[in-house]
């Protein structure tokens, strides 16, 4: 089974602040996934990658940047936090499209 | 933009009784159709997919797919407690974008 892992659990942070959250899979996926779930829009994608050094942008992607260091390692910037941006993120990878999407547990932030 | 929606937004069902969920989406030239099952607190995982019309039976699950009516549903057959759960499903299309649009998800309890 894929192994994805996101950090932290859980961030509280300020409105303007900067915050950044990782994501590591082991299985050598090329595709990895940023999704936020809130309550009454499911799951929507912020941003994913196909490969080290390669961005592409979802479906929600204001406020929002993303890099991609290695094929394990992807992270979610968000610069300027706003209140609207409290949500529960999952990051998510794939060996290839169309396949099945391994979730890491999540990461709960909250801005003030 | 695909729009997927999931009916109904909530069940409860007796254990052992056969639950249906339903997922229509409004792209025909969707390519890939999965269910993920999110249990309270944890990721969502990967229950099964179809990529053609018709059936494929996994043990209790059973997912159906009918590309003309836009429709595909996952069918529970002695639901048990432990699949309480929120369901989730998601569609991609072969547009060389990306993505999995995903319904907001049917909560199921099974009552013992």
């Known amino acids: 089974e894929a192994a994805v892992t996101q950090s932290p659990r859980n961030k509280v942070t300020v409105t303007g602040g900067n915050v950044t959250l990782s994501c590591r899979q082991t299985n050598s996926h090329n595709y990895m996934y940023w999704y936020r779930q809130d309550t009454g829009h499911g799951l929507r994608l912020i941003h994913y990658s196909y490969g080290a050094g390669n961005l592409q942008i979802g479906d929600v992607p204001d406020g929002y940047k993303a890099t991609r260091t290695t094929q394990e390692d992807f992270f979610l910037l968000l610069e300027l936090a706003s209140p609207s941006q409290t949500s529960l993120y999952f990051c998510a990878s794939s060996e290839f499209s169309n396949e099945r999407l391994f979730f890491g547990h999540g990461t709960k932030l909250s801005v003030l | 933009q695909q729009k997927v929606q999931q009916s109904p937004e909530s069940l409860i069902v007796p254990e052992g009784a056969m639950t249906s969920l339903n997922c229509t989406f409004s792209d025909s030239a969707s390519q890939y159709f999965a269910w993920y099952r999110q249990h309270s607190g944890k990721a969502p995982k990967a229950l099964m997919s179809i990529f053609s019309n018709g059936e494929k039976e996994e043990g209790r699950f059973t997912i159906h797919l009918n590309k003309a009516s836009l429709h595909f549903s996952l069918h529970i057959r002695d639901s048990q407690p432990s699949d309480s759960a929120l369901y989730l499903c998601?569609?991609?299309?072969?547009?060389?974008?990306?993505?999995?649009?995903f319904g907001k998800g049917t909560s199921l309890t099974v009552i013992p």
């Open positions: 998601a569609v991609s299309s072969n547009t060389g974008y990306q993505n999995f649009y």
